[in-house]
């Protein structure tokens, strides 16, 4: 039996009042309206795990449902907001088994070539702005600590990065 809209509100109202068998029923009929409802949303092998959800869903809340207002707009609801969860999972799921297999390995040589690129660059400029570039852009120190590790005001600290950066930026472009 395929139960329509009013069925499914008789079927519900009576299970609210005690009624087993009508609960049997309902539960029975919303499960193949349900197995309808996924059938072009989800893989065949994910449908009885998500209509036995729904389900519980439906059997943990139905208290909520108004006899006033149609039933199947109320099950259609639980059962959307239930495949959401189940796609938020199931792509979660992927996307963690992604990240362990795609990890990017990264190599020393590169950070090693990176690193020998700067402190040629960091010949060119002077000690203190060397200094306060290598404290506060790369090894990510406050200004603060900077001019406290270095003796320097931080008001000297911010023109010698300043400065230090624009020298830096020329010498690039010069190069390229």
Sequence with gaps: MIADEATLARLMTASQGGDKTAYNVLLSEAGLWLERYFRRRVPPHQLD??????????????????????????????????????????????????????????????????????????????DKQAEVIELVKIEGHSIREAAERTGQSESLVKVNIHRGLKKLSALVEKAE
Excluded: G, M
């Design 49 to 126: 795990d998500l209509v036995q959800d729904v389900l519980l869903a439906v059997h943990n809340k139905r208290s909520t449902w108004d006899k006033t207002r149609p039933f199947l707009p109320w099950l259609a609801a639980i059962a959307r907001y239930r495949w959401v969860d189940h796609l938020r999972k199931v792509y979660k799921h992927e996307s963690d088994l992604l990240e362990d297999n795609d990890a990017i390995e990264e190599s020393d040589e590169e950070a090693i070539a990176a690193r020998v690129s700067l402190e040629r660059l960091f010949i060119h400029l002077p």
